[in-house]
């Protein structure tokens, strides 16, 4: 696609529930990250993939949360045990490297609301 | 670590009138790189503007441009000829070189365009 595609769009669950919440970079871009921007607040980085590693994922807030890259390309981002506090609004990003001042495209995110 | 302040939750402005948007920050980097995001109700951010701290010259895109006092770490944003499309939440983002493009977002600011 042309831009940086997140499902789904809203997702509601229930405490305690698992959640996967899918992020498709625009083509060809290797960097891939995930922000999450609860409400009234900015963006907070979560985790970010250079290819298929996570080169940096200091920004996950504790082990329930986990994301995959397998092929380079689509990304998952994976929550077990949904707690209350997880709802936010998960945003993904995605640029063509990680040098310079390129800039990072955004998706329009994965609102996750936790009852 | 960075942290990024927006003192102003809300501003508006009349329609054709210019508004500043407030940014301050702190690090004790010497180089690095600042941005303006926009994000509408569609949750997308979308790049504003960016800026070198190398860079004396402040940033100039079309009618958005920049005040940065690197000694006052201070970086504002004026938009001229204010348009009902810029009514939309505008965050400000810190960037440190050699961070994989890692964003440090202030709080946001609330800015309504008013007819």
């Known amino acids: 696609g042309a831009g940086v595609s997140q499902t789904p769009s809203n997702k509601v669950t229930e405490k305690g529930k698992y959640v996967e919440l899918r992020c498709d970079p625009i083509?060809?871009?290797?960097?891939l990250y995930w922000y999450r921007q609860s409400l009234g607040q900015g963006p907070e980085f979560l985790i970010y993939f250079q290819g298929t590693g996570a080169a940096d994922d200091s920004g996950l807030p504790n082990d329930r949360f986990f994301a995959v890259r397998p092929e380079g390309s689509v990304s998952t981002l994976k929550i077990q045990r949904t707690e209350r506090g997880d709802s936010a609004v998960y945003l993904c990003?995605?640029?063509?490297?990680?040098?310079?001042?390129?800039?990072?495209?955004f998706g329009e995110g994965s609102r996750l609301t936790v009852l | 670590a960075q942290t990024v302040t927006q003192s102003q939750p809300e501003m508006s402005v009349q329609e054709a009138e210019t508004v500043t948007l407030s940014c301050t920050y702190d690090?004790?980097?010497?180089?690095?790189?600042l941005f303006w995001y926009k994000q509408p109700p569609s949750r997308q951010m979308i790049l504003v503007i960016r800026q070198e701290a190398y860079k004396q010259q402040n940033a100039t895109e079309n009618r958005f441009s920049v005040n940065f006092q690197k000694a006052a770490k201070s970086f504002s944003l004026k938009i001229s000829d204010s348009q009902l499309g810029d009514t939309a939440m505008y965050f400000c983002a810190f960037m440190k070189p050699g961070s994989a493009r890692q964003l440090t977002f202030g709080s946001g600011t609330q800015l309504t365009v008013l007819p």
């Open positions: 083509s060809g871009h290797t960097a």
């Open positions: 690090t004790s980097e010497n180089n690095y790189y």
């Open positions: 990003a995605s640029s063509l490297g990680t040098s310079g001042t390129g800039e990072l495209f």
